[in-house]
């Protein structure tokens, strides 16, 4: 039996035998039974009043505790404050070393609450964003971080991609801004300004270089192919030079199609989002881009369509093209004879599709992730002798992202691979709505450009 509960019991005993005592005194049993009652209930309203007033004073409960029942709750309770004392010691070194941490991190970092209010920065934010913590506590973001684009791109909840902006206050630098939600439903923002400025100049510099390399590379290109084709056609070439000159023009043709990559990427990276938007008529381009396919393959593979015919999409004509005839040309070029390549176009819940699906050799998985990158080949033998650029895949990505829309690749080694292209909901468009709507265009807008 517990310590406490046997000290209980002798109270109970002594209560009984002064009771008995208080009879033989010529009490009455009834009379002598209440008075130790109220006694007892005394002494219990007397230890709860105390611990009552302890807890709300907040006082550290440490021994001597009473004795019997009284003490063992009080105990209990003293332990129950030593394991909270703990654990909030435990959190504020934590927070103390987060604290350390985040001041040292030299991305800016701001904190804002559910109503977009800054509830914390760190010291970087101060250089980077000219936001200072505590003084900007309270304060809006937009009131103290000014740029047109930053409050839409907050409200509008798509962090999937960053913002990069001048800062109003150091227009001599470059920020990359990102988003993150958390805490309880998401309500809270983390916001982390990166300093891009030598990588955003290094993309100025590499994407000026490339676009000017290419266009002086075009003009004596243009003239070394064309006195190949004069030699190729004249009949005064000796036979024994025929195959160097076809070689040399086969050559001539790969290069003037880098050239060319290299300029729509030069094109796409120039602004990011799609200009001249129009209802395209998807159908009807991908009935032009599959007949290409078809001479391409030159009867070695088999094709299944799947198209809505009903389905069209709100973007730029010319770069949707070139995004899904990269896709398909390059399933033709990098799978063997009797492969089956299917092309799908259709409407989902979350929206339109382009899919393009073969049964050829597959891809490593560690090779997927950079399959966008440019130049990058999976297999350097088998794409130079397809007449790969390795820059197709660039392209489709730029497009994809120019139109808010994403790239999905899957693949197994021996299992073919699916390449599916996934536009927002939004962007879709049915016949019937274009002709609800037609005022709104130009007649040229619909169908597919030169």
């Known amino acids: 039996m517990r310590r406490g509960s046997v000290y209980e019991l002798g109270w109970i005993v002594a209560l009984a035998l002064a009771a008995v005592v208080l009879i033989a005194m010529g009490l009455g049993w009834a009379e002598a039974v209440l008075l130790m009652l109220c006694l007892l209930l005394a002494r219990h309203a007397w230890h709860l009043v105390r611990l009552a007033r302890l807890i709300r004073s907040q006082h550290r409960l440490v021994p001597p505790f009473p004795k019997g029942i009284w003490g063992d709750i009080y105990r209990a309770i003293g332990q129950y404050q030593q394991r909270g004392r703990k654990g909030r010691k435990r ?18 970092l701001v904190v804002l609450d559910k109503n977009r209010r800054i509830e914390w920065a760190n010291p970087a934010a101060q250089v980077l964003m000219d936001l200072a913590w505590p003084r900007d506590e309270g304060k809006a973001l937009f009131e103290v971080f000014e740029h047109p684009e930053l409050a839409d791109y907050i409200s509008a909840g798509e962090y999937a991609r960053p913002l990069e902006l001048a800062p109003a206050h150091n227009r001599s630098i470059m920020l990359s801004i990102r988003v993150a939600p958390f ?9 982390v300004g990166r300093d891009i400025t030598k990588i955003f100049h290094l993309n100025l510099i590499r994407r000026d270089f490339v676009a000017n390399a290419s266009h002086e590379l075009r003009t004596p290109l243009t003239v070394i192919t064309g006195f190949l084709e004069t030699l190729a056609d004249s009949a005064q070439t000796p036979s024994n030079h025929r195959r160097p000159l076809t070689l040399m023009q086969h050559q001539a043709e790969r290069m003037r199609s880098i050239i060319e990559d290299l300029l729509t990427l030069s094109r796409l990276e120039m602004d990011e989002h799609a200009s001249d938007i129009a209802p395209v008529d998807v159908p009807n381009e991908l009935e032009q881009i599959v007949a290409d396919a078809i001479a391409l393959s030159g009867g070695q593979h088999r094709f299944s369509l799947d198209i809505d015919s009903d389905l069209l999409l709100l973007g730029k004509d010319s770069e949707l093209r070139s995004a899904f005839s990269n896709l398909l040309f390059n399933a033709v070029k990098h799978t063997p004879p009797d492969s089956h390549i299917q092309l799908v176009w259709a409407h989902t819940p979350s929206g339109p599709i382009f899919l393009v699906e073969d049964d050829g050799p597959g891809i490593e998985r560690e090779h997927i992730p950079r399959l966008t990158e440019r130049f990058y080949r999976v297999d350097e033998a088998r794409s130079r002798a397809s007449g790969g650029t390795g820059l197709g895949l660039a392209i489709v990505k730029h497009v994809l992202s120019r139109h808010d829309a994403r790239l999905a690749v899957a693949s197994e080694p021996g299992q073919g691979s699916t390449f599916t292209c996934h536009f927002p909901l939004g962007s879709a468009l049915s016949a019937a709505q274009i002709e609800h709507h037609a005022q709104a265009w130009a007649p040229s807008a619909l169908g597919s450009a030169g």
Do not use: I
């Not at 805490?183 to 916001?191: A, I, M, S, Y």
């Open 91 to 108: 959190q504020v070194r934590f927070f103390r070393r987060f604290r350390e941490a985040a001041n040292s991190v030299p991305d800016a």
């Open 183 to 191: 805490g309880e439903r998401k309500k809270q923002r983390l916001v």
